[in-house]
């Protein structure tokens, strides 16, 4: 097909694009490819372990952009900007659908498959990630006990320490609705961050008040768009549990977890309850 570029012209162009860079190329700088993808170091000759480790660290990154558009839209909440609230939240509804996808290379793992590589966790286990935990954090589920865990980083814990003790995505949400002239109780506004949250009626009559109003009304869409991401959150809950469920039953998990149970129980506390509550209200 001749497109209109001369010959001489085309081959230019080709030249310009396949000179040799002066040390890595340009997009290896900024992306970093290199340093990804020397970072995979399966520890057995098992041929699924591979599979494992390169989703186990697609996660990480994932985890890493959703806790950052989270912490955006904190701080965009704190200045009463909606517009860019609501923009960080949308980025973190996409990035959290990528996630979910990313079990798929090890949705059919058997136990026989799972078993040869296993054993090479040794005391390794991901209720261990750090960013997962900023990402709990952020969604209201505190614990010392987790943050206990990460003492032998400093710097690690140094940081977990300052989401643990910062209100939550949540937590600056319900004072942007208070802000806003709703009656978000004083109780809930006042209470110690540092506690998991729980439901609160008060909380419940705010969000029926939104419910019942005007169907385009902004605060009806943050609601929305608030419920999407908990149930994008859960359903990643939920297909861990089917993922261990499949590969290993009810055995004991890694570094002396409950394994299934624990991740059972995990899987149904609600996130954002009362946008879950206020349904059977309105």
Do not use: C
């Not at 009463?80 to 659908?97: I, M």
């Not at 954090?137 to 400093?154: P, T, V, W």
């Not at 209470?191 to 019942?212: C, F, K, L, N, S």
Request: glycine content about 6%; charged content about 25%.
């Amino acid at each position: 097909m001749n497109d209109g570029t001369s010959a001489p012209a085309r081959q230019a162009a080709d030249d310009t694009l396949t000179r040799p860079f002066d040390g890595g190329s340009p997009y290896d700088a900024y992306v970093r490819a290199s340093v990804l993808n020397n970072l995979q170091q399966p520890l057995t000759d098992a041929p699924d372990e591979m599979g494992f480790v390169v989703t186990t660290q697609v996660m990480e990154l994932w985890f890493t952009l959703i806790v950052h558009e989270w912490r955006t839209a904190d701080i965009a909440f704190a200045k009463d900007d909606l517009d860019a609230a609501t923009d960080a939240l949308v980025r973190s509804r996409r990035a959290l659908t990528a996630l979910n996808t990313t079990w798929a290379p090890l949705a059919a793992l058997t136990p026989a498959q799972f078993n040869g590589f296993r054993a090479a966790f040794g005391n390794a286990s991901g209720f261990q990630s750090a960013m997962y935990r900023h990402l709990e954090f952020l969604l209201g589920e505190k614990s010392e006990a987790m943050l206990r865990m990460h003492r032998g980083d400093r710097a690690v814990h140094e940081a977990l320490s300052e989401t643990h003790r910062q209100p939550s995505l949540y937590d600056r949400v319900l004072g942007y609705l208070h802000r806003q002239g709703l009656p978000v109780p004083e109780h809930v506004r006042d209470r110690d961050v540092t506690a998991p949250y729980t439901a609160d009626p008060g909380v419940v009559e705010v969000w029926r008040r939104i419910y019942a109003g005007p169907r385009h009304h902004p605060l009806l869409a943050l609601g929305e768009l608030l419920t999407d991401i908990a149930e994008l959150v859960l359903r990643w809950r939920f297909d861990h549990v089917m993922v261990v469920r499949r590969a290993m039953g009810a055995k004991s998990g890694s570094a002396g977890s409950t394994g299934l149970a624990w991740l059972e129980q995990r899987a149904t506390k609600p996130v954002f309850p009362e946008l879950w509550e206020v349904r059977s209200e309105v």
